[in-house]
């Protein structure tokens, strides 16, 4: 009689090392190689026996998917975009000219902040569990909107990710650098000081710099950083405090816990800030 046992059959890591220990020596033949695994990944996520389409925003990621999934198809592609009042947070111009330039068919839902207040009664029969992403409100007006269409629909999720896009990814260790060297009470004093001043007055602040030196919501950003100064220890809690929208979940769900991830593992991961040299971005 067999026994079942557990057994790891793939880990990122492994994929990591090796490819450090094969790097390209020719632009070409990366961006070559990369355009034939683009290609191949969307020709197989559009192997559907229902109606197919794309979520469009007009970024990189989701134009790129666009882009591959028109040159793969005999006829235009169905695509959707979502659009806002408020022009800070539209983005739908954007998706209008790339699919203009794709030639697909497009299709554009309008969202007022009326119709955004009214939905999120209903978010947690939606998504069945706590989700803190704020895309979760224009995500339910999209597929809303696509599924009068299509029955299946690729996006550019998770591009980000895989390619590095976020800005925590090499803003990281430069945060860390600027303050690193300071003993710890020193930096608690000047994270206490930070937010010994309110939200309104930092973004009061704000609109009195040139134009060149203002940050988007520099009160809220100042007080993350304020946490920050006073609770990191190295740069994996720094990296960790930039992925968490709140410092410990239980304050939002009660009886919750953070999970542990693989930067709890001593095991296998050394402090970051010990590396020799930067992460080099692509």
């Known amino acids: ?126 998504y069945d569990e706590p989700f803190s992403d704020s895309s979760q409100i224009p995500t339910y007006f999209i597929c809303q909107a696509a599924r009068q269409k299509v029955t299946v629909a690729l996006s550019g999720d998770a591009g980000d990710e895989l390619f590095g896009g976020y800005n925590r990814y090499f803003w990281g260790r430069r945060i860390w650098n600027k303050f690193a060297w300071l003993p710890p009470s020193l930096r608690g004093l000047l994270g206490k000081g930070i937010s010994s001043l309110s939200v309104d007055t930092w973004d009061a602040m704000n609109h009195i710099l040139p134009s060149h030196y203002r940050v988007t919501n520099l009160g809220n950003k100042a007080y993350k950083m304020a946490y920050r100064l006073e609770q990191v220890k190295n740069l994996d809690d720094l990296y960790q405090s930039l992925v968490m929208i709140w410092p410990e979940g239980k304050d939002i769900v009660k009886q919750s816990k953070r999970l542990p991830t693989t930067l709890d593992d001593t095991s296998i991961v050394k402090d970051i800030s010990e590396a020799e040299h930067d992460p080099i971005i692509i």
């Not at 229902?50 to 979520?55: K, M, Q």
């Not at 794709?102 to 999120?120: C, F, P």
């Open 1 to 126: 009689m067999r026994s079942l046992a557990q057994k790891t059959y793939w880990q990122l890591t492994d994929v990591a090392n090796s490819g450090s220990e094969n790097l390209f020596e020719d632009e070409t033949e990366a961006v070559e190689l990369l355009d034939s695994m683009l290609r191949n990944s969307v020709e197989q996520q559009s192997v559907a026996d229902v109606p197919l389409g794309a979520f469009l925003s007009g970024g990189v990621d989701s134009s790129l998917i666009t882009a591959l999934m028109q040159d793969q198809s005999n006829r235009p592609i169905q695509t959707f975009t979502v659009g806002f009042e408020e022009a800070a947070f539209d983005e739908s111009p954007y998706a209008l000219a790339v699919a203009k330039h794709l030639g697909t068919d497009h299709h554009e839902l309008r969202v007022t902040s009326k119709d955004a207040l009214n939905i999120i009664p209903s978010l947690p029969e939606i």
